[in-house]
């Protein structure tokens, strides 16, 4: 049974330009969150998406937004990149909106240069 | 941001040494929390979870110790080996509707043989 999968697992992008993350959720699980983890520092919310909707937000400006497709599956997308969004993108999901079962992927470590 | 941790702390042990990483949750009103492991390019895997109405809750090899009354946790691994280098971080949350994983700073743990 696979768990999260994200891609790609490495980007590098221009300061200015827009990136999209993808994830997977792990099989049986409906809720994906984002989160973003700077170098040496812990995880950080975004958002956290159930039945394609934006249920939850963190203290991320509207340059970050996302999207739930039906089959679970979610992308987080990034616009007018910064240095400072350089960081490992993790996707976790869990089932219904239950928050024991969180589960996490290997992340997207994104390089803004 | 919510997850503040610029310094890394580091606990350093020989291998079969018990190991003790604390943690300060910051939100009295959570009530459940999770320890997490994350290795090096992975994304946190989920180690030991307790709720609020316990304090105290064993594993293999790991018991998660919790005080509300300053707000506290901790989580103790025995025999530590080589493989449980890693950093640590807990997280805490309130285990009702769209509600999103806040991480403590983290510890590095180095195990050496």
Redesign the interface.
Known sequence: DAG?TQSPTHLIKTRGQQVTLRCSPKSGHDTV?W?QQAL??????IF?Y?EEEE??R??FPDRFSGHQFPNYSSELNVNALLLGDSALY?C?SSPQ????G??????TRLTVV | GESVGLHLPTLSVQEGDNSIINCAYSNSASDYFIWYKQESGKGPQFIIDIRSNMDKRQGQRVTVLLNKTVKHLSLQIAATQPGDSAVYFCAETMNTGFQKLVFGTGTRLLVSP
């Not at chain 1, 040496?40 to 919310?45: L, S, W």
């Not at chain 1, 909106?97 to 024991?100: A, E, V």
Request: overall charge positive.
């Open positions: 999260v969150s989160y040496g520092q812990g995880p950080q919310f956290q159930y249920r939850q963190g203290n993790l976790a909106t239950l928050n024991y969180y589960t996490f992927g290997s992340g």
